[in-house]
């Protein structure tokens, strides 16, 4: 039995989901129903943050918000904080620094580093691992992970190019 | 679907619809719904509730909204009336787990393992509970009467949690298998009341519904140095977590054996003790 038609905003765009389903999560909705895959499904019980997003600014698991229950809030994906065929400055120093491996973790990571930046320009390292003691990732074993935060936030402090 | 965006408007939908689902951070109830293990007629989310949200201070307590989340426990104002929940917070799984885990949704799904309920236990918070037809008050342990059972019934909320802001320290402490991301395997929340001159212990993971270590606390309550402040002898904390550890009856599950969680408690009484009044 679908449920009536709602609709989200999603990285400034207002979509109209009809014929969803009661239970389903955003994280479902974003990648089936909006082809927006960048949000990463890997546990769907909040233990790995690979479907990160921010949900009027704070940093959530998609995963486990029901969609049809984020109607009015802002949602901001990992294809949403940089224009098209562009990368954030997280995303470049993700890069430059080699923090990607199979990539999987990667667009939660992201999130949850651009949330960490936007408060504190200079965190220290227990703060850079608090941050993303939501978001596991299989493959760096996180040096890589935590250099790609300081150089973004050295960038955000003007004090590097990227 | 209703958003309720008011406590009246939560109450009508509840009553209109009795079997719906109370949604609030959603962090226990959708991954029984991912997994399938719960099927979705009709949600009532509260988390946008206003009145659910807030907190204030009444007097020598403080009034504390059913969906504020672990986030907003931390915040400092609050998180100085009431240290023992805000640690409790801090320790609850990651950010993003954080931002949207509610008080009301710990206590609602009656967990042992849930970090709020030996804290909540130690204060001996009441609880206020509301439905369309009324209100009525109830002390955690009548509320949760099992393993994630609780005597809410059908149309009816968890609004408020009333706790007493003490004067003295407060500690919470948890063992688990790492820092972040962890349900507890033992827990356990010590606070110190210097005016009643009591110490209260409340423990987590190690009982079927909420604990207290009531012989522990009259003993060490008899043994400090109230007026002194001198710490207590070794001998008088030893006999103090034989105690807590007498008061327990764990059991063994996937996450540690009765005989580990017996250990550990203890270990946690201890520092708890040390941390708040002292070692001699
Ligand atoms: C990855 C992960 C890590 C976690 N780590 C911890 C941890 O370290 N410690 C810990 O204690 N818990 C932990 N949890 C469990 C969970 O986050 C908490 O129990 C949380 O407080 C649940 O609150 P919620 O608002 O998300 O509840 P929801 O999932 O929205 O609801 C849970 C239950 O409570 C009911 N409910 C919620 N609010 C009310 C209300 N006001 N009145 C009546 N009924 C209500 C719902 O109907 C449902 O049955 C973790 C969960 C996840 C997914
Ligand atoms: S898929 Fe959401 S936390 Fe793993
Ligand atoms: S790069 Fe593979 S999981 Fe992080």
Redesign the interface.
């Known amino acids: 039995m679908s449920?009536?038609p709602?609709a989200l905003t999603v990285n400034g765009r207002e979509h109209e989901i009809s014929e969803g389903?009661?239970?389903e999560?955003l994280l479902w909705v974003l990648r089936e129903r909006l082809g927006l895959p960048g949000s990463k499904n890997a546990c769907?019980?909040?233990?790995c943050?690979s479907c990160?997003v921010r949900l009027d600014g704070?940093?959530?698991?998609s995963?486990?918000?029901?969609a049809?229950?984020a109607?009015?809030q802002e949602i901001t994906t990992v294809e949403g904080i940089a224009p098209d065929g562009t990368l954030s400055d997280v995303q470049q120093a993700f890069v430059d620094a080699g923090a990607v491996q199979c990539g999987f973790c990667t667009p939660g990571l992201v999130m949850?580093i651009d949330?960490l930046l936007d408060s504190d320009t200079d965190p220290d390292d227990l703060t850079v691992r608090?941050?993303i003691?939501?978001?596991l990732c299989r493959c760096t074993g996180y040096g890589r992970v935590i250099e790609a935060v300081n150089l973004a936030a050295a960038f955000r402090r003007g004090e590097t190019d990227l | 679907m209703t958003i309720a965006t008011s406590l009246e408007d939560a109450c009508c939908a509840l009553a209109s619809h009795p079997d719906a689902l109370v949604l609030a951070g959603g962090t226990d109830l959708m991954v029984a719904v991912n997994r399938g293990d719960l099927p979705v007629h009709h949600v009532v989310a509260i988390g946008r509730v206003p009145e659910l949200r807030g907190w204030r201070r009444e007097g020598d307590h403080v009034r504390l909204g059913a969906a504020l989340t672990y986030t907003d426990l931390l915040q400092p104002d609050l998180a100085v009336l009431q240290p023992a929940l805000a640690q409790a917070a801090r320790s609850v799984g990651s950010p993003q787990i954080r931002n949207t885990g509610t008080l009301g949704g710990n206590v609602a799904t009656g967990s042992p393992a849930g970090d709020t309920i030996p804290v909540l236990a130690a204060l001996d918070a009441v609880l206020e509970l509301r439905s369309a037809s009324g209100t009525r008050e109830m002390r955690l342990d009548e509320f949760v009467t099992g393993v994630k059972r609780t005597a809410l019934e059908g149309g009816e909320l968890i609004e408020a949690i009333r706790v007493p802001v003490l004067d003295g320290p407060q500690e919470f402490c948890k063992v688990g298998t790492r820092n972040a991301m962890v349900i507890s395997v033992v827990s356990l929340a010590l606070v110190v009341d210097r005016s009643g001159r009591t110490v209260r212990v409340g423990l987590g993971s190690v009982a079927a519904s909420p604990l207290r270590a009531t012989e522990a606390e009259a003993y060490i309550g008899g043994h400090l140095d109230w007026d002194g402040g001198r710490p207590p002898s070794a001998e008088v904390v030893d006999r103090f977590t034989e105690l807590v550890v007498g008061a327990t009856s764990p059991i063994d599950d996937h996450r540690g054996s009765a005989r580990y969680r017996r250990h550990a408690v203890g270990v946690l009484a201890g520092r708890a003790l040390a941390r708040a009044v002292g070692a001699a």
């Open positions: 449920i009536d709602y389903w009661p239970g999560s769907e019980e909040g233990e943050g990160s704070e940093i959530v698991c995963c486990l918000v029901l049809a229950s109607v009015g949850a949330v608090e941050a003691s939501g978001n």
